[in-house]
């Protein structure tokens, strides 16, 4: 059996997110989502909307389920006893990032392996705050998020 968490800020969730989700749960035996505190960034939605906008549409997939966490994702690791954390790459500055976080993670936890998934064509240019930008001007966002994203956006 073989745990995977997917950590994220969520804000918020883009078809791209549920695309990697997805892919992870076909690779591995359960995959924790969990919405996290990155200290740098400024957030339209609250952990508790991201957590249901989260739920809601993922809820397709059994093997799937959406947590909260406020700390280390290397504590987090060893609270859920997970296996591997699963990021996605869209481009060089996503693996740049990714590199400089697992620098820090694997000094904290040399053990535990990070698995890189390549976003699929289609989203390599989704982004959340994109997302935000463009409906912040009235853009289209249809079918880049899931239809409740979509309306949540609408509402805000
Ligand atoms: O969706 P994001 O904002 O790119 O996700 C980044 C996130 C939340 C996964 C990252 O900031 C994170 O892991 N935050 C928890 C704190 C932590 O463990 N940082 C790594 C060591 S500096």
Redesign the pocket.
Known sequence: MTKAVY?????PMTNGHRDIIARAASVFDEVVVSV??????KYLFTVPERLNLLSESLKDLPNVRVRA?E??????VREEKVDVIV?GLRNATDFD?EN??DF??KR?APQVESVYLMASHEYVHLS?SAIRELMAFGGDVSGLVPPLVEEALRLR
């Open positions: 950590p994220g800020s969520f804000d996290m505190v990155n200290v740098s960034k966490y700390g280390l994702l290397i504590d987090l990021k990032y400089t976080m820090y993670n904290m959340s």
